[in-house]
């Protein structure tokens, strides 16, 4: 190690330290569901609070039947959501529907509560083109990562130019952060000053890689600061607090103060992707345990049990007939035509060219065997 003389002009190893010198994670609730912002809390009605708890069981839901399907060979791609309930529904639920969604691969929960039906979302899964033409303002999940953010900041532009009453909210995972493409978007958002909120989604890892390996960045939102953009640390597993600063933020951005960085600290419980990695070789239970009991849910549960607002039985009802539904989202899923290759081919170009035409002739042939 170099030690510094005495009187050098700037003491680097003081500035490192006090990259580390963080505010709190912003809370409502604490991990013991305890109210530690009582006036944030109090501003929710007990309708409110249910529909929050809903919300949250009817992704944890989604995610389970979702697994099962995998499971069973019915679906394409799936990125698991469990643990990640308030972080996504928290944040979506302070949007509203003609603010512009760009969603990556985990946010289909996001996507689905912002207008696309779960059918559309079981067919993007399986890579049909069906499953892009949701209804919901939104773009086709990204699976770039750090590309959605880019996307986000000309969407954002394009917002206010029309002078819209909207903003663009987008997501990446702490992985994303550490992609060129993230800082880009971020760095033209702010200087365009446009209504684009970046929602990182820290689960703690980028597949096997754990966030502290891939950049040496004491929080994510350090990186929103060098584009000129306000950041925050959220608690991602209490819904209300993730509620609340998005909320906050989008009032921000519309009175035309620019983009906000919201970093929500979560947890992805299961594996990256139904593909088939395994957690367990990157992470032990000991890791996992402190996570796990920072459950958004049961945090949720405890708050509204406590109200007598919530009872196990009605949680069951719940959990079944969401499950329902979502069984009958995958039999329509089922009922629409399978995409053909030449199907795929032919919208690649307005105009194919004669390469492409000679393979769109070859797959029809075949197709037509
Ligand atoms: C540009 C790019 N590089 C690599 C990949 C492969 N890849 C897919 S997901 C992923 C990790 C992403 O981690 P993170 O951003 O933390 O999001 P999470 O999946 O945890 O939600 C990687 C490296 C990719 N999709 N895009």
Redesign the pocket.
């Known amino acids: 190690m170099v030690i510094m003389s005495k009187n050098s002009i700037v003491d680097f190893s003081k500035i490192k330290d006090e990259l580390a010198d963080l505010a709190k994670p912003i809370q409502v609730l604490d991990q013991n569901a305890k109210v530690v912002n009582q006036a944030v809390f109090d501003s929710f009605s007990d309708d409110q609070l249910v529909e929050f708890m809903k919300k949250m069981v009817w992704e944890r839901a989604l995610h389970e039947q979702t697994m099962n399907f995998s499971r069973q060979g019915r679906m394409g791609f799936y ?1 698991p959501t469990a643990g990640e309930e308030a972080s996504e529904m928290g944040t979506v639920m302070a949007m509203q529907k003609q603010d512009y969604l760009v969603p ?3 946010d289909i929960p996001q996507l689905i509560q912002h207008g696309a039906t779960v059918t559309e979302a079981f067919l993007w899964s399986r890579g049909h083109v069906k499953g892009n033409e949701f209804e919901a303002r939104a773009l086709m999940p990204q ?5 959605a953010y880019v996307e986000t900041a000309g969407v954002a532009l394009g917002l206010k130019k029309n002078g819209e009453d909207a903003i663009a909210f987008s997501y ?8 060129g ?1 993230s800082y880009e978007g971020m760095n033209f958002a702010g200087a365009y000053k446009v209504p684009a909120l970046f929602i990182v ?7 096997s ?1 754990p ?1 502290e390996s891939q950049t040496a960045a004491p929080a994510l939102t350090q990186k929103a600061i060098a584009a000129g953009i306000p950041s925050v640390q959220v608690d991602g597993m209490d819904i209300l607090a993730c509620y609340s600063v998005a909320k906050a933020a989008r009032d921000y951005m519309l009175a035309g103060n620019g983009p906000v960085m919201i970093e929500t600290l979560t947890n ?1 419980y299961g594996a ?2 139904s593909a088939g990695d395994d957690p367990k070789r990157y992470r032990t239970d000991e890791q996992q345990k402190p996570w796990l009991e920072k459950d958004p849910l049961i945090r949720l549960r405890k708050v509204l049990t406590d109200k007598k607002l919530w009872t196990e039985e009605q949680e069951e009802a719940l959990i079944k007939e969401y499950k329902d539904s979502f069984k009958d989202a995958l039999k329509q899923a089922d009922a629409v035509e399978p995409e053909k290759v030449s199907d795929m081919l032919k919208r690649t170009f307005e105009v194919p060219t004669p390469e492409l035409q000679a393979q769109i002739a070859k797959f029809e042939e075949k197709e037509s065997n």
């Not at 699976?143 to 590309?147: D, L």
């Not at 989604?201 to 597949?207: M, T, V």
């Open positions: 990125a990556a691969y985990r699976i770039i990562i750090g590309a990446t995972g702490d992985g994303g952060t550490s992609q493409d989604q820290n689960n703690g890892y980028a597949i890689v966030r992805r990256h992707s």
